[in-house]
């Protein structure tokens, strides 16, 4: 890169104008953190169709983008004439999508397929326009960002994408996730949800794709051997949960599964320190965040041995077929029961956990974004 001036980058930071962030949020939240705290030779002007809940994060130049009702009309319609005005030498959209047309090369992060080999698993409009969209957009991009070699497998193969194009950048836990020792902490969380029995976490927006309905019958079954076991639900509820909450009447759980909704992101590293173990027995995931924050509080984590799950895992989780309530179950109760076992996954999560980072994923980012320059 050329010394002569800094380099400009537009960055999509739409998913931060919802206060309460999801995977794609954390993403862009942690990573545009992570690049501002390089403080090199780049700048980074915020995109976006509405305001990001008052200001541009510290360390940006600020927002450009008009406000505009809907996001993906804003980002066809009127954000490539607004990019023509501010010129930046590359733009990064965070999250899949991207005008079919920019007056600079685009780096865009393309999380996962799900929407392609689980589109049953997706609300219909997410399936007639955000997948009709992908491919060209994936096409028009000078380089693709994703977030395991799963998904980048699965885009090379379903997008007809050159692997050179494609750049595998892991996701971390934010630095907040790590082994609290602060009883008052603990203390307060557990007072705050009355958490007063030993309990597995699942940590999520509640929808389809994360396989809870088979969890709670799963977890019916441990309860019978371990009475004082909860099952706390945290997340969002998405779209066709209906069934869950069918599952939890039918098989008398009210008593033992807690529903806590959105849990604000002060409490989640004491809860994950707090629980014997998190759920995480998701059907597909891009890179499956909740896995690592765990780890890397030193909470044992039980998942799924498909999709990116077992690779970010990588021998530091029990892993179970996610299709087989019995080997949830059989899962769920070794980790309750065996204290050996847990010790051990606790000590491999928390080496595991250490590998990820921010500062690395940005570093590696920048490069993406030398090379297209």
Same mark, same amino acid.
């Given at each position: 890169m050329s010394n002569s001036r800094a380099q400009l980058i537009g960055f999509d930071a739409t998913p931060l104008q919802i206060t309460r962030h999801s995977g794609v949020g954390n993403y862009t939240a942690q990573l545009l953190t992570a690049l501002i705290d390089r403080a090199d030779a780049r700048q980074y002007v915020l995109l976006a169709n509405r305001t990001l809940n008052g200001e541009a994060p510290r360390g940006s130049l600020g927002q450009v983008g008009r406000r505009f009702p809907n996001r993906s009309a804003w980002m066809q319609l009127a954000l490539p004439r607004d990019l023509a005005a501010v010129r930046p030498? /590359? !733009? %990064?959209?965070?999250?899949? $999508?991207?005008? *079919?047309?920019?007056? !600079?090369?685009?780096?865009?992060? @393309?999380?996962?397929?799900? $929407?392609? #080999? %689980? =589109?049953? *698993?997706?609300?219909?409009?997410? +399936?007639?326009? /955000?997948?009709?969209?992908?491919?060209? /957009?994936?096409?028009?991009?000078?380089?693709?960002i994703t977030v395991s070699q799963h998904a980048k497998r699965e885009i090379v193969a379903g997008l007809n994408i050159p692997p050179e194009k494609v750049h595998v950048i892991y996701e971390a836990a934010a630095p907040q996730y790590r082994v609290l020792t602060d009883a008052p902490e603990l203390?307060?969380?557990?007072?705050?949800?009355? @958490?007063? %029995?030993?309990?597995?976490?699942? #940590?999520g927006t509640i929808e389809p794709r994360k396989n809870l309905t088979r969890l709670?019958? =799963?977890? =019916? +079954?441990? %309860?019978?051997?371990?009475?004082? @076991?909860?099952?706390? $639900?945290?997340? +969002?509820?998405?779209?066709?949960?209906a069934s869950l909450l069918k599952a939890i009447e039918d098989l008398n759980l009210g008593h033992a599964v807690r529903r806590l909704g959105y849990v604000p992101n002060d409490d989640l590293p004491a809860l994950y320190n707090l629980a014997r173990l998190l759920a995480f027995p998701s059907l597909y995931e891009g890179f499956g965040l909740p896995v690592v924050e765990a780890?890397? !509080?030193?909470?044992? /984590? *039980?998942?799924?041995?498909?999709?990116? @799950?077992?690779e970010i895992a990588a021998g530091a989780s029990c892993l179970i077929d996610p299709l087989d309530v019995n080997d949830i179950a059989h899962g769920l109760m070794c980790l309750t029961t065996d204290d050996a076992l847990h010790e051990n996954l606790r000590a491999a999560g928390l080496t595991r956990a250490a590998q990820f980072s921010w500062q690395r994923a940005a570093a590696e980012t920048v490069r993406v974004y030398d090379a297209v320059v």
């Open positions: 030498d /590359v !733009c %990064h959209f965070t999250n899949s $999508l991207a005008p *079919l047309r920019t007056p !600079c090369p685009m780096v865009i992060t @393309l999380h996962d397929m799900s $929407l392609f #080999v %689980h =589109a049953r *698993l997706h609300p219909f409009k997410s +399936q007639l326009f /955000v997948r009709s969209i992908i491919p060209a /957009v994936a096409r028009r991009a000078a380089a693709i203390d307060r969380v557990r007072s705050r949800y009355e @958490l007063t %029995h030993p309990f597995v976490l699942y #940590v709670v019958t =799963a977890f =019916a +079954q441990a %309860h019978r051997h371990c009475p004082d @076991l909860e099952l706390v $639900l945290v997340g +969002q509820l998405g779209w066709k949960y780890m890397a !509080c030193g909470t044992p /984590v *039980l998942t799924s041995n498909g999709s990116s @799950l077992a």
